[in-house]
């Protein structure tokens, strides 16, 4: 499937578990995101990266972590999952020049028991 | 306060127009978005406006920006009931590749 996917698209498990989610862009774009979407938080940013390889913390990184070794793929891991991580997860991508417009995926709706 | 403000809903009938205002505070802004989501998908982009814009128009949406206030507005023309949604206000800093989004406004449409 062309354009960005996750998966799974829904997910529950229990504290303390391990748990990762994936995130698949096809159009080669360098920048990709992890954001979680809370009601009355809005979007927040976890992790970003700006190619493979290189990867950087957002807002509220702590709990995560993300790997890149290909463009085209970037997952995040919940090392130890706790009740306050569930949330819906979206990945994104973008690819300068340009106005740096972001194309999401469908998100991962997570559940922590 | 946040860098990016928006009023968290908005109710209009079907057929009337529905402006959704945003107000951001760094002026350096270059880029300014609308961002739609509908429920249970992910944010899907409407329309962006350069900062040295006044007004951009697509179709049924019109977009104004007024750089001195720093307040960006999203007008729907005959809105619909497949317009009811949540609009995210987005802006990115000069330079930078990463967006802050506002906390989203829902429109709800009713006939």
């Known amino acids: 499937d062309a354009g960005i996917t996750q998966s799974p698209r829904y997910k529950i498990t229990e504290t303390g578990r391990q748990v990762t989610l994936m995130c698949h862009q096809t159009w080669s774009h360098s920048y990709m995101f992890w954001y979680r979407q809370d009601l009355g938080h809005g979007l927040r940013l976890i992790y970003y990266s700006a190619a493979a390889d290189i990867t950087d913390k957002g807002e509220v990184p702590d709990g995560y972590v993300v790997s890149r070794s290909k463009t085209e793929n970037f997952p995040l891991t919940l090392e130890s999952a706790t009740r306050s991580q569930t949330s819906v997860y979206f990945c994104?991508?973008?690819?300068?020049?340009?106005?740096?417009?972001?194309?999401f995926g469908p998100g991962t709706r997570l559940t922590v028991t | 306060g946040e860098d990016v403000e928006q009023s968290l809903f908005l109710s209009v009938r079907e057929g009337d127009s529905s402006v959704i205002n945003c107000t951001y505070t760094d002026s350096s802004s270059t880029y300014l978005y609308w961002y739609k989501q509908e429920p249970g998908a992910g944010l899907q982009l409407l329309t962006y406006i350069f900062s040295n814009m006044d007004m951009k128009q697509d179709q049924r949406l019109t977009v104004l920006l007024n750089k001195k206030d720093k307040h960006l507005s999203l007008r729907i023309a005959d809105t619909q009931t497949g317009d009811s949604a949540i609009y995210f206000c987005a802006e990115s800093k000069r330079g930078s590749y990463i967006p802050t989004f506002g906390r989203g406004t829902s429109l709800i449409v009713h006939p």
């Open positions: 994104a991508s973008s690819e300068p020049p340009g106005a740096y417009e972001q194309y």
